[in-house]
């Protein structure tokens, strides 16, 4: 049997220290692979927003800023779809219906500082799944262009 | 992450330059709070150099808006670049913070 594999523009795996100073260096290794992507510049700022607002769940509420924790990221781009996989040492429950129903006016009466970041991030892309597998939180996004 | 603070009349001026993420945003929410704390209310704040924003960026807005308006002033910022400013429309905030062209119409709003 031949296995056919689907080309892909451009893959990348990184790992870094789970604290809130990697996230500019995140943007920076990641900025140059989506600029590659056949999307608008507009998209393109907003993938990366998704991916760093998905890294620093990852650090803050997976590894609760742990230093000695890792996060890694998964990041293969094909021809007509982007797959992202965010990986962290937690096992935390994601109640996305929670963060995603709230209203802004809300968000500002109560003076909250969070809870925009998961908003953000299903506006942008097609398709965010949450699970856990073996002890690790797994964040898989996806989005079509 | 870097912020100059400039004493208007009647009013704080903010200039913040560099990236506005989950990082730096603590010490952006640590400078709105002791401007608060000393009671000035009226804050103009200057996005020119500001290249990136995040969650946590606009939540340091969000969170203190209230507190703000409550005591007669507000949270005015103007010259936002294009990829700022979608990260506000994204979440409807431009329609519900005060988001203004230059900083000439930031000023006139609290004349």
């Known amino acids: 049997m031949k296995v056919m594999l689907e080309p892909y523009l451009t893959r990348a795996k990184l790992c870094i220290v789970s604290k809130k100073e990697s996230l500019a260096d995140c943007r920076a290794f990641f900025k140059g692979r989506i600029d590659i992507l056949p999307v608008d510049t507009t998209t393109k700022n907003k993938i990366l927003l998704t991916l760093d607002e998905a890294c620093a769940n990852a650090i803050i509420h997976g590894n609760c800023c742990d230093e000695n924790q890792f996060v890694t990221i998964d990041f293969t781009a094909y021809k007509n779809k982007l797959e992202i996989t965010i990986k962290d040492n937690g096992s935390m429950l994601v109640n996305t219906s929670e963060h995603l129903d709230k209203t802004m006016e809300s968000v500002i009466k109560n003076k909250q500082k969070g809870g925009m970041g998961l908003k953000l991030m299903h506006s942008i892309m097609d398709d965010i799944v949450y699970f856990s597998e073996e002890k690790r939180n797994i964040c898989k996004m996806t989005k079509a262009y | ?111």
């Not at chain 2, 200057?46 to 507000?74: E, P």
């Open chain 2, 1 to 111: 992450m870097k912020i100059v603070q400039d004493k208007g009349e009647g009013f704080l001026k903010l200039s913040i330059a560099g990236d506005l993420d989950a990082n730096s945003s603590i010490y952006a929410d640590e400078v709105i709070q002791k401007a608060f704390d000393t009671k000035q209310f009226k804050i103009i704040i200057d996005c020119k150099q500001l290249n990136y924003i995040s969650s946590a960026g606009l939540g340091v807005f969000v969170s203190h808006i209230d507190n703000f308006k409550t005591n007669k002033g507000d949270l005015v910022l103007y010259n936002l670049n294009n990829n700022v400013l979608d990260v506000f429309k994204t979440l409807g905030l431009d329609s519900i913070l005060k988001i203004v062209t230059n900083e000439s119409d930031a000023r006139a709003l609290f004349n």
